[in-house]
């Protein structure tokens, strides 16, 4: 039988809103006080949810190992990091949905269990999820 | 990419458990304390999931739209009432599941993404889905 | 060494906010939502801090015996409960923090350890502390 | 309309996880720290996801008589336990995979809605579901 | 009797921690990641804790004027801001300690009630409390 | 001004508790389920609370230095251990309040702020604290 295995991390992160290509009044429009010009940060809560056999040992996949993977690929990246400035968000905005999606292609490798989806926290009021939902 | 958003609301309002048509025994036979003549209550969280494809700002939706829609249909009717005294449960116990079961049709109709589902906790330790779930 | 031992407890209540001898609109200013008509709810959460010299059996307090008292003093009585209906709020607006002045005082008799404070939680946005507190 | 409900316990237990055919390096290898020799433990958190149509009063399923269920299948046998001394984790490894897996199959028999899923939480960043997820 | 009031109230920010004359050798040892060049951020969680006798209305003072005198003097101010942009921080390093001492001096002359203390969790693992401890 | 910073630490650990001179039948009327014989588990948390004047960094204390002394004097020790098999519980009951005053001895003399008091969460409806408290 299958089981789900759901591991939480969190990352503290900044990041500011706007589309360089809009007006100053349309940025305010859409992204309120996110817009704030110097920016503002969330302690982001991810969960990693992968999915899989139990193994001889009794486990969906070694922790240990997913951790390492998690660590490397997202922690390290984004962990105290300022979104704007990391290439991958030129010419996107770091929202959190956009974030949500480039961790998932970032964890999609992981070879030790099945990558089902993500969950990013926000806030307590807001949260993320990508990946493997209901059609 | 699809990603789904999920938003949590909290609002306390107070409810009796009773259907008017069985006995007093019957009552409290189903409903034990939640049958109390004079009600009770509860800080009910709800949380609402809408999805669709990252718009041109990297959201799902417009955050303030899908806060006003919610303030408007749920929030402002439910917050800090009394269920039994709704017109929309005359004749209808307002069990959580009822309340959930009302609060899902009001929301059907947004129109800046897909309602996906509702959740409402009516305490730690319990809560209601409705919604597009595994068949 | 002296050890303080803090116990939750959960129960949902109903109560409505409002001056008998007010007029509606002092009421409505005072008390806003808090004071409409047929009452609102909240599940509460209670901390009960007591205090004293482990005992022979490395404790504080026996705990099925704090548990027994606080649930015969406080639980039976308040769980489920309309605040508006209990003879101890006639007279007296039910709001949370008379509420916990009472179950400070109910409390005080109890035996087998000292009574320190209790803290009574609404919503969890708002809490009252009731007992031995700085100056 | 259907809903789900879900409802939430606790109990603390204790495990050691080691395969016993396995070499002590092995053992170590795998389970790091919770290989230690007496054991560990933890607060289990367990969801249990029931579906139905609303009956006449308004709910999934009579709440006590789910409550009487899992108690008596669940929780009375794995309330302040130490797997590893149960015949079911006689050969095998009683991570919280297996635990799961064991709770699931005790649930299913239940009568008065239908079982969905299980989620059991082992710390605040590890939890595992098992039941019906998707494909 | 006197009862304690604790508000909760919560903001993103973002800060980035260095001391100007530091060297940077210097600042990476003492700072580490919270150095990074371009900042991080947090979601701060405020909670103010006021104390008093209660009022005619049963209360220790009337909570919309204390919401509105934390939302003028701290939220509206921190809110979605980067501290480091702030002149209160001009040659002072944004620290939630400092952050702390800045938002217990704005509070000071609520007239209400008496300021007891304040306490600023910057995650789940850190707060600060300032105001009226223990000696 | 003084500042009091908290820092939150967890680990799991497993216990039985009885007291060896004791019968069984007086064993089981103290400790309950607590004296099951092989024992069962917490995920415990700890919180760490020390106070001092703001150094030249803004800070109570070198967070790295507060971390390194409690992994080394707490962590390492009680992480994932079975706490009936540790020398300083030889002859003494392990319960959480005799696990709180062993740890506040290990914490005493960290040289880098005043220690003024831990908090130890046994589940989420018991905790225990011991230190500078009220008189």
Do not use: W
């Not at 503290?12 to 809103?17: I, V």
């Not at 110097?38 to 992968?50: C, K, M």
């Not at 001889?56 to 922790?63: E, I, P, Q």
């Not at 300022?82 to 964890?107: C, D, M, Q, S, W």
């Amino acid at each position: 039988m299958k089981a789900y295995l759901t591991r939480r991390y969190r990352f503290p992160a900044s990041h500011r809103l706007f589309l360089p290509d809009a007006s100053e009044a349309e940025n305010q429009r859409v992204y309120g006080k996110c817009n704030n010009p110097h920016g503002h940060g969330h302690n982001y809560a991810l969960e990693v949810t992968v999915s899989g056999q139990l193994d001889l040992h009794g486990m969906v996949c070694d922790l240990p190992r997913l951790d390492a993977f998690v660590t490397r690929e997202v922690i390290e990246r984004y962990d105290h990091a300022n979104l704007n400035h990391l290439p991958e968000f030129a010419g996107k905005v770091p929202t959190t949905e956009n974030l949500g999606l480039e961790i998932y292609e970032r964890l999609r490798s992981f070879g030790a269990a099945r990558l089902e989806r993500i969950r990013l926290e926000e806030t307590r009021k807001n949260s993320f999820e990508i990946g493997n939902m209901l059609p």
